[in-house]
């Protein structure tokens, strides 16, 4: 019996079909690179200091000393959420007194801003921040935001390749499009901060599933060779070249709400998407709609210029997986000895260090030195070579050795930018670029990696398993970024710190370039530590690192 790959095979690689299908859905992954990371934007923090109300009784030397100053970032600056007790301040002002000369401001009484802030606007016309005054009591809200998303990407991770099972690929990329772009519409008119954040968590769910189905409809459409190149190199820089487009949309629209909208409104372009793109004749197959899958093989035949044989689909000749006894693995099989349970932990803690690394970097270009939209640009061009640097180590340089080395030049340039000087910022913003390329490059290879670890019974177990301890660190990201109002370096010293612990711990995983990928638990038993020996005819090139689409189901930032 012939399998699929077989029977399509004279649809060739490349063909005009093929290449549609890649750029198609590879552009589709553009709305959530801006969207994924438009909180930077959104939630943005401008400089602030308490109002004093225009009705205070105070003369114009007392107003300007109202606000105390208080030593941030080495420098003198006025205090962001207290100023001195205006009461008293009226009457010093009323006696003629002056501050400093006549009264030591010092020994005053302070109180919070009981009259709201004042906000700079600079850089930010409005954001979430001076709508809401997310500021000195409230801050904590800013950094929830952001986790409430990821919260709503880990709930969509959980229920989008179940969705995409159930009701077909093509169709929960469309509607998960669809909710995207329209809970995201809905914000814009948001009336409080929890309504904002309400909608945020189910515009993260939409996010992750229609990201997590184009990537599983690209696989299942496009052959072997070209399916490498989709999962490492097309979808990843369709989603860089989203963020970049992020900070240009950002410089031209300074307020959130008509920002916010910007960046909604290219979600409608991908409509006329759903009369180009096919559903996936594998799932329709699986569904036993021969009927419909032959018809989408014909017109592919026919975009390719190529005469389909009479009878493509034999329903007596494809391989019917489902009707075969399988054993059923669950979870728990993740622990089931001694070798797994260990691969199991440390890929877990690998990908959760990851993902706050690249999450809390990317979070955090607004508190660099300089353009605060620049800043943001370099974060998201950098990622392009990440991407492709980690493509070229995973076809010819081992994993364990690519991955440490990756995550070593990441976590060591994060704990060096502690000891450049302040003058220097154009050094410490190059170090947290190079920092970034570095996990960015790590965050592209753990999936490869940790796919080909686990055997093919529970191996989309154990991606899962390990994608959602990246949601976890996802979550968590926001607060590293929030420990900078305490301490400016206190970030890139745990981030660092933890990236080379993560880079350490990589040394400890077992090689698996070169080596066959195991498809039984009791092939990672046979040898200690999961080493396996080469087959004599079955010698692995990385190309085929994605021979079954399988793996790449939970592949998803």
């Known amino acids: 019996m012939r399998d699929y790959e077989e029977v399509t095979a004279f649809l060739g690689e490349w063909g005009r ?26 939630a943005g923090t401008p400089e602030h200091r308490c109002a004093v109300p225009r009705g205070a009784n105070l003369s114009g030397e007392w107003r300007n000393a109202s606000i105390p100053l208080e030593l941030r970032g080495g420098r003198e600056e006025p205090s962001r959420c207290r100023r001195y007790r205006l009461a008293a301040l009226a009457n010093f002002s009323a006696l003629g007194l002056r501050p ?3 009264v030591e401001l010092g020994s005053l009484e302070q109180e919070p801003c009981l009259d709201g802030w004042e906000y700079s606007r600079d850089v930010y016309r409005s954001t979430i921040v001076t709508e809401w005054n997310l500021v000195c009591d409230n801050d904590w809200k800013g950094p929830l935001s952001t986790s409430l998303f990821f919260v709503g990407v880990l709930l969509g991770s959980f229920v989008s390749g179940q969705l995409s099972d159930k009701f077909g690929r093509k169709n929960v990329l469309f509607a998960t499009l669809a909710m995207q772009t329209g809970f995201s519409f809905i ?27 184009a990537f599983v409809l690209g696989t299942e459409i496009l052959g072997k060779s070209i399916r490498v190149l989709f999962c490492t190199l097309g979808v990843c820089i369709f989603y860089a070249f989203g963020y970049m487009l992020l900070p240009l949309f950002a410089y031209f629209i300074r307020d959130w709400r008509m920002l916010l909208l910007a960046l909604t409104l290219p979600g409608l372009l991908c409509i006329p998407l759903w009369w180009v793109i096919p559903e996936s004749p594998r799932w329709l197959i699986s569904q036993g709609r021969f009927q419909e899958a032959e018809d989408i093989i014909r017109k592919a035949a026919k975009t390719n210029g190529i005469t389909a044989p009479d009878v493509i689909l034999d ?12 054993q059923t693995y669950t ?8 070798n797994i349970l260990t691969i199991t932990i440390m890929s877990v803690i690998l990908w959760m260090i990851i993902s706050v690394g690249y999450f809390g970097l990317s979070l955090d270009t607004p508190n660099l030195h300089g353009d605060v939209y620049v800043n943001c640009f370099l974060s998201a061009v950098i990622e392009v070579p990440a991407y492709i640097i980690s493509w070229l ?27 450049v000087p302040s003058h220097i910022r154009a050094l410490s913003i190059l170090l947290v670029m190079l920092g970034k390329f570095g996990i960015t490059s790590a965050f592209s290879m753990v999936y490869v990696y940790t796919a080909e670890l686990y055997p093919t019974v529970v191996r989309n177990m154990g991606v899962g398993a390990s994608s959602m301890a990246s949601r976890l660190g996802s979550i968590l990201s926001p607060y590293f970024v929030y420990l900078g109002a305490y301490d400016r370096f206190l970030p890139y010293i745990l981030m660092g710190s933890l990236t080379v612990l993560s880079g350490i711990l990589t040394l400890f995983l077992p090689e698996s370039y070169g ?7 009791e092939q990672m ?22 021979e079954n689409p399988e793996i790449l189901k939970s592949t998803a930032f």
Not at 515 to 521: A, G, N, R, S, V
């Open 17 to 42: 079909f093929q290449r549609l299908v890649f750029f198609l859905l590879s552009a589709s992954i553009i709305p959530n690179g801006f969207n994924g990371l438009s909180i930077v934007f959104l």
């Open 100 to 102: 400093g000369s006549d």
């Open 187 to 213: 914000q814009v008119f948001s009336t409080s901060w929890e309504m904002f954040s309400v909608f945020f968590v189910l515009v993260g769910m939409g996010q992750i599933s229609n990201y997590v189905a």
């Open 315 to 326: 329903p007596s000749e494809l391989q019917d997986w489902n009707s075969q006894k399988q």
């Open 331 to 338: 979870i728990l099989d993740l622990m089931k000895t001694r």
């Open 393 to 419: 180590l995973l076809r010819n340089l081992p994993r364990r050795y690519s991955m440490a080395a990756a995550l070593f030049l990441g976590g060591c340039v994060l704990l060096f930018i502690q000891l």
């Open 515 to 521: 080596m066959p990928l195991p498809d039984t638990i």
């Open 525 to 546: 038993l046979l040898v200690k530590g999961l080493e396996y020996r080469p087959a004599s005819s079955s010698t692995r090139n990385s190309k085929e690192e994605e």
